[in-house]
Nanobody, 124 residues
Framework: QVQLVESGGGLVQAGGSLKLSCAFSGRTVSSRAMGWFRQAPGKEREFVAAISWSGDSTYTADSVKGRFTISRNSAKNTVYLQMNSLKPEDTAVYYC?????????????????WGQGTQVTVSS
């Protein structure tokens, strides 16, 4: 059974930081590339960042580049999203997902397993 469980969301002031975690389990995702997406109310789900299974390749959306960093600890089956210099426009539900391809990608259709999401709210 595949499970992806996000944690670490919350309320933070603009300029602050949060670190999201995604713990995943299940043999079919244990060696997958992983990604983070976000969805704000009334908007489509948006790519944030992705990382290869080995962790040596990452891909980050221009909107968060230089502020957000994706990483993983394969021994712990956990993927992280460090978010710094947060802005009110970063407010969204953040989702962790497992890819069907081995390289980091922003193509939503190449992700087949999703977590339940964690809310991030940035106040101005």
């Amino acid at each position: 059974q595949v499970q992806l469980v996000e944690s670490g969301g919350g309320l933070v002031q603009a300029g602050g930081s949060l670190k999201l975690s995604c713990a995943f389990s299940g043999r079919t995702v244990s060696s997958r590339a992983m990604g983070w997406f976000r969805q704000a109310p009334g908007k489509e789900r948006e790519f944030v960042a992705a990382i290869s299974w080995s962790g040596d390749s990452t891909y980050t959306a221009d909107s968060v580049k230089g502020r957000f960093t994706i990483s993983r600890n394969s021994a712990k089956n956990t993927v992280y999203l460090q978010m710094n210099s947060l802005k009110p426009e970063d407010t969204a539900v953040y989702y962790c997902a497992a890819e069907t391809v081995p390289y980091p990608t922003d193509r939503l259709t190449l992700y087949d397993y999703w977590g339940q999401g964690t809310q991030v709210t940035v106040s101005s």
